[in-house]
């Protein structure tokens, strides 16, 4: 079956450090990629998505990911970390052209001061 | 412009009662999807709606969800009776028919069943 992986429960960060959350896929064809982040008390919020051309991708508040088709990942990145991107981050594939997203696990990330 | 809006923002009921979800997508979108997350697991999509018409309801788990989306405008997601693994956050999205690949997400309900 076509899935998302993030293998990470939990990822934690100091202020000011790169931060990388993991994402791979299972995905026949050619994958529409994406990361959302649901803060606190909020929806998900979209993020980025990779539909075909350039495998880095950049997204709102700085985050990147980049597509490898070799390693079948979507890692999502930043630079440098804010405490304010403390948050849940779900990765998700678009099921054959229909809309339906299917999401991976969801990882946390924290960053710490 | 108003986002995804869902209400009641939490809603706990007892095993057997019916509960009934809402949601109001974005004005003009075409699609509205429903997902749900149960306790620290992924978010599973439930179903589709294009306008009024269910494009695609195989997530749907049983027989006691009933979505629908009179009008093509807001949507209601009914649990008739709701059972204790019911229990989750629903989420909503919309999206516009010229960009499905961006789904704009509402704040979600919690369900809990007792």
């Known amino acids: 079956a076509q899935s998302v992986a993030q293998p990470e429960d939990q990822v934690n960060v100091a202020e000011g450090n790169p931060l990388t959350v993991k994402c791979t896929y299972s995905?026949?064809?050619?994958?529409?990629l994406f990361w959302y982040v649901q803060y606190p008390n909020r929806g998900l919020q979209f993020l980025l998505k990779?539909?075909?051309?350039?495998?880095l991708v950049k997204g709102s508040y700085g985050f990147e990911a980049e597509f490898n088709k070799s390693q079948t990942s979507f890692h999502l990145k930043k630079p440098s970390a804010l405490v304010s991107d403390s948050a849940l981050y779900f990765c998700a594939f678009e099921s054959s052209n229909t809309g339906k997203l299917i999401f991976g696990q969801g990882t946390t990330l924290q960053v710490k001061p | 412009e108003a986002g995804v809006t869902q209400f009641p923002s939490h809603s706990v009921i007892e095993k057997g009662q019916t509960v009934t979800l809402r949601c109001d997508p974005i004005?003009?979108?075409?699609?509205l999807y429903w997902y749900r997350r149960v306790m620290g697991k992924e978010i599973k999509f439930l179903l589709h709606?294009?306008?009024?018409?269910?494009?695609?309801e195989s997530g749907m788990p049983n027989n006691r969800f009933l979505a629908e989306r009179t009008g093509g405008t807001y949507s209601t997601l009914k649990v008739q009776p709701a059972e204790l693994e019911d229990s989750g956050v629903y989420f909503c999205?919309?999206?516009?028919?010229?960009?499905?690949?961006?789904?704009?997400f509402g704040p979600g309900t919690r369900l809990t069943v007792t």
């Open positions: 990779y539909i075909t051309g350039d495998n």
């Open positions: 999205a919309s999206s516009h028919w010229t960009d499905s690949y961006e789904q704009y």
């Open positions: 709606f294009v306008k009024e018409s269910k494009q695609d």
């Open positions: 995905v026949s064809g050619n994958p529409y």
């Open positions: 004005s003009g979108h075409d699609n």
